[in-house]
């Protein structure tokens, strides 16, 4: 009994993160761009757990750790910036914050 | 006997039982604020309202399913399915006891045991969350809503507290699979992890506790489901067996924090006391001492019906106490009485508290546990650290 | 069984991956992100990364993702508007994703050739204790450097959610 090859992990990592770049350029609403970003990194992470399958090592996975943390801080700030944007300006529309100066 | 097989029976088994705690537990949490606020509660359905639960189901089974016509209707249901899914999934990884023989099969009394378990239950019980901020999402509510933020925010913040109660045990036995914390802590009371040399752990064990109050959303911690202020809360448009789906998930993360509490500070199924001095014949003075309670109260009836159904009890309560003398039957059933008495006692907890503390104020909450729980769960971590390095 | 797991879950992956970008409202997004990360997370298992497996479902499903739903309850996000989209990106877009993403399979499947299959148990060094000794030693100036990073993103997060600003 074999399982599926190595490369349909990382086709389907390309799959997401083509994907996330879809959400990131297609969608308005800037929790969503948000979002996509995410889905970027975890499609990201799946190849380095992949990678780190492959070459039997636990790199990949101290890697992906890594990212996660960088998510999470990355999704406090960001966030608490989406807060402080839709206070200020009142939309969630990335094309109408367009103004240095509100 | 075939591993297949005996996984079904064992999952039939822990299901069966954990549905119906589940249904007595309310009955149990009824009876004793009743008593506490010195009422009879529960009285007509059954001897002391003991088929309550059973009525209970039945008429939330046969209530008519009300969808509102304002919500958002695949979330809605999607709410009490994820929250009660996830309430009882985490069973799955708890240990009642050691080794037995099935038919002559050795199997553990756990369905599974990963090397993760405790991250399992963690991450589980983390997804838990969805379901009640959904719920209060989607029902199109201001009360549900706020609810459903409060919720939120509650369970993220007093999530850390408890995540970090936990890691001061684990440097204690070194690993985090739930079946070899039990283990580590094979002995009398003092090698449990609330009392073990070199680390006494009943710091984290407060805070564990308190933390786990807040992410049962129980009293003094149930704000998202404030009556006073909330109507109900997140589960304020629910009905029928969507609403008895998040009251079940309640119940069930009761259990499981009260099984995690056993299983990190209070040893699990090991007995409080060794064997040697006699630990063994505990159950059976137990319910023997039980049993002749109930005989003698059916003797001198204060009631009627007493006649009958208490000598009945007592001389059921003799014969469970005999059936821990059986040496076949010794090996599994005296860690599940242990197991069980020590979840008991954390319920019992539970229910006490809810009888006796009020409600927090949302400031209040908010503010102890980042200014109080934290820290504090910080500081013993770090105290924790230093001491087993240093030992 | 492998075979079969890795399918089941790559679809979910996949058909979540698709709704976050075609939902319009953000909440709904929000929720199939969360059954992409839970999918991901049955695949790290299959792949022999239990501790990352956990973590993911305890760091981005249990703790992102609540804060993303969180803002959006709060904020009250309603449905994107699809007015303003451009005609280009709405005509080209679609075709020329699945060109990418064709072309990148072909280019995998030729790196990596059928014979380097996943096997379930097959690696088996994904637990906790190797990632911590890996973390505690061999990643220990990046791991330390991480909870600076950490520490600024709180004081940030602080800063910016202040009410005059």
């Not at chain 2, 589940?22 to 509660?41: C, F, N, T």
């Not at chain 2, 708890?94 to 023989?101: K, S, V």
């Not at chain 2, 099969?105 to 991250?119: E, H, K």
């Not at chain 3, 380097?116 to 990046?142: D, E, H, M, S, W």
Request: hydrophobic letters at 60%.
């Amino acid at each position: 009994m074999s399982g599926p090859p190595l490369a349909w992990y990382l086709i389907l990592s390309a799959v997401l993160f083509a994907l996330g770049v879809a959400g990131f350029l297609f969608r308005k609403s800037i929790i969503t761009i948000f979002m996509s970003i995410e889905l970027m990194l975890n499609a990201v992470n799946l190849s380095f757990v992949a990678f780190s399958y492959q070459l039997k090592q636990v790199n990949g996975h101290v890697f992906a750790f890594f990212v996660m943390v960088v998510a999470a801080a990355e999704a406090a700030v960001g966030l608490a910036i989406i807060v402080t944007v839709f206070k200020n300006r009142e939309t969630l529309n990335v094309d109408e914050v367009d103004s240095m100066k509100y | 006997m075939n591993f297949f097989l005996l996984s079904v029976l064992k999952a039939a088994v822990v299901a069966f039982v954990l549905l119906t705690t589940l249904a007595y537990l309310q009955w149990v949490e009824r009876k004793v604020i009743a008593h506490i606020q010195v009422r009879m509660g529960p009285y007509r359905v059954g001897p002391h309202g003991l088929l309550q639960p059973l009525a209970d189901v039945i008429k939330l089974i046969t209530k008519e399913e009300l969808i509102p016509p304002h919500v958002n209707k695949f979330m809605y249901l999607l709410a009490p399915f994820l929250a009660v899914t996830m309430a009882l999934v985490s069973i799955s990884v708890i240990p009642f006891g050691t080794e037995i023989h099935v038919f002559g099969t050795p199997t553990w009394m756990q369905l599974t045991d990963l090397n993760v378990g405790l991250l399992f239950i963690l991450a589980v019980s983390s997804m838990g969350v969805y379901g009640i901020a959904l719920g209060g999402w989607a029902s199109n509510n201001k009360y549900s809503l706020l609810g459903g933020l409060r919720s939120s925010a509650q369970m993220i913040s007093y999530e850390l507290p408890l995540s970090i109660a936990i890691a001061s045990p684990l440097l204690l036995v070194n690993t985090l699979s739930l079946r070899e914390i039990v283990q580590a802590q094979t002995g009398s009371i003092i090698h449990w992890n609330i009392l073990r040399w070199p680390a006494p752990q009943i710091v984290s064990f407060l805070v564990f506790l308190i933390a786990g109050f807040a992410e049962t959303n129980r009293v003094p911690f149930d704000l998202p489901e404030a009556e006073n202020e909330l109507v109900a809360g997140f589960h304020t448009e629910y009905s029928s067996m969507k609403f008895a789906a998040f009251f079940m998930a309640e119940y069930a993360n009761m259990v499981t924090v009260s099984c995690m509490t056993a299983i990190l500070f209070l040893g699990g199924w090991q007995p409080l006391f060794s064997p040697a001095w006699g630990s063994n014949f505990v159950p059976t003075l137990i319910f023997t001492a039980g049993g002749l309670i109930a005989i003698y109260h059916g003797l001198n009836p204060a009631r009627k019906l007493d006649r009958i159904t208490l000598p009945v009890t007592g001389v059921v309560f003799l014969l469970v106490g005999a059936l821990f003398l059986v040496p076949a039957a010794q090996n599994a059933l005296i860690p599940l009485f242990w197991f069980a008495a020590k979840v008991g006692a954390v319920l019992f907890l539970y229910i006490w508290v809810r009888g006796t503390l009020p409600r927090f104020r949302y400031d209040q909450l908010m503010r102890f546990a980042w200014k109080v729980l934290f820290p504090v769960a910080l500081a013993n971590l770090l105290v924790t650290g230093l001491v087993v390095a240093l030992w | 069984m492998d075979v079969i797991l890795f399918l089941i879950f790559a679809i979910i992956a996949v058909v979540c991956a698709v709704n976050v970008v075609v939902q319009t409202h953000p909440i709904a997004s929000a929720i199939s992100l969360v059954g992409v990360m839970g999918s991901l997370a049955v695949l790290y298992l299959l792949l022999g990364a239990e501790f990352l497996a956990m973590a993911q479902i305890i760091v981005y499903a249990g703790a992102i993702m609540v804060l993303f739903v969180f803002v959006i309850m709060l904020l009250n996000a309603g449905a994107e508007s699809k007015r303003g989209r451009s005609l280009v990106a709405q005509l080209l877009g679609f075709p020329l994703l699945i060109a990418l993403l064709a072309l990148a399979s072909y280019f995998i499947q030729r790196y990596y050739p059928g014979t380097a299959t996943v096997q379930f148990g097959a690696f088996k060094a994904g637990t906790a204790q190797n990632i911590g000794r890996a973390l505690f030693t061999q990643y220990l100036l990046p791991f330390e450097v991480t909870s600076i990073l950490i520490l600024i993103a709180i004081v940030g997060a602080v800063v910016l959610a202040r009410k005059e600003l």
